[in-house]
C-alpha cells in the first residue's frame, strides 16, 4: 500500500504541478481530467509542456490498452510532439509486464525511463559550492539562459527551450528559480514550486561541459533551501531522469514509483 501511495502522490503532483505550468504559458491550453487520463498541453515547443498521464489506479491490462490507445489519438490531434508519462506503480502486476507490448500495439515508442522521488527532507542548511555563484532568476536575460540549459542539458533546439520558458511572469515571480553561475557564465539551474502542499523539484540541468562536478546537485539544494524558507513546507517531490537519479538520495529523496515516458512512434 505504501508504493501505491507513494505513487498517487508523485501522481498528483505532475497533474496538479502541470496544470498551473502549463496555463502559465498558454492561458487557452488544452487542460482536461478525463476518465483515466489527464491531458497538460500547451502545444508548446518545448516538449515537456506536452503531456497527457493515466491515472487510474489499479489499472489491469485491458483497461491500460484502452487508456493507451485513447492517449495516443490525444498526441495525435496535437500540432507538436510531446510525452506521455506512465506511472508504473498505479498498474496491476500483469498490466506493467504487458505495458510495452500495449503501448506499441498503440503507436507509442518508449522514449526514457524516470523516477518518482520525495522526501520530508525540508529545511536544508544553506547550500555553498565553491565554484558557483547563485542567482535567482528575476529577468528576462536569466530566464533565457534557465532556457538554454534545459534545451542543452535534454538535447532540445534553443528556439524550443525558449519557447517554453521566454517571457514567463510565473517563474520570474512564484516560482523558486536559481542559477548555478561559474565565473559568471548560467552554467546549472533548477526550481521549485509550491505544489498541493509539497515543494516540486522541476527542470533540473547542467550544462554537459560541465557535468560530474556536483552542480546539479549543489543548484537543487539552493532551490529547495529557498523554497522551503519561501513556503514553510517540509516535504520535497520531484521526478527524475536517468541523469538525476543518482544525485538526488544525497539530499533526501526516496525514489518511489518507476515510470516510463512515451513518444508518438510515427508522429505527424
Known amino acids: 500500500m505504501e508504493d501505491l501511495a507513494d505513487a498517487v502522490e508523485s501522481l498528483e503532483q505532475l497533474v496538479v504541478g502541470w496544470r498551473e505550468l502549463v496555463l502559465d504559458r498558454d492561458a487557452a491550453a488544452d487542460v ?14 518545448f516538449a515537456f509542456w506536452n503531456c497527457v498521464t493515466l491515472t487510474d ?4 491490462p485491458e483497461l491500460v490498452r484502452q487508456r493507451l490507445r485513447e492517449a495516443a489519438e490525444i498526441m495525435r490531434a496535437k500540432e507538436r510532439p510531446g510525452f506521455l508519462w506512465v506511472f508504473e506503480d498505479l498498474l496491476t502486476g500483469e498490466a506493467r509486464e504487458a505495458l510495452g507490448t500495449a503501448a506499441a500495439e498503440a503507436g507509442l515508442a518508449h522514449a526514457f525511463p524516470g523516477t518518482g522521488m520525495a522526501g520530508d527532507l525540508l529545511p536544508l542548511p544553506e547550500p555553498a ?13 536569466h530566464l533565457r ?15 524550443d527551450g525558449r519557447d517554453g520558458l521566454v517571457g514567463s511572469m510565473m517563474w520570474r515571480d512564484r516560482v523558486h528559480a536559481y542559477l548555478g553561475l561559474r565565473d559568471g557564465v548560467p552554467v546549472t539551474c533548477a526550481a521549485t514550486v509550491e505544489v498541493a502542499g509539497r515543494l516540486f523539484v522541476v527542470l533540473v540541468a547542467t550544462d554537459p561541459a560541465w557535468e560530474r562536478n556536483g552542480y546539479g546537485e549543489a543548484v537543487t539544494r539552493k532551490a529547495l533551501y529557498e523554497g522551503g ?38 508522429p505527424g
Open 32 to 45: 482536461r481530467d478525463l476518465p483515466g487520463i489527464a491531458v497538460r498541453w500547451a502545444d508548446s515547443r
Open 57 to 60: 489506479v489499479g489499472a489491469a
Open 129 to 141: 559550492h565553491r565554484d558557483l555563484t547563485f542567482v535567482r532568476v528575476t529577468t528576462g536575460e
Open 145 to 159: 539562459a534557465y532556457a538554454d540549459l534545459n534545451s542543452q542539458a535534454y538535447g532540445f533546439p534553443l528556439e
Open 229 to 266: 524558507r519561501a513556503t514553510g513546507l517540509t516535504r520535497a517531490t520531484l521526478h527524475a531522469t536517468p541523469a538525476g537519479a543518482p544525485v538526488y538520495p544525497r539530499i533526501g529523496f526516496q525514489p518511489n514509483s518507476p515510470m516510463a515516458f512515451y513518444a508518438l512512434e510515427n
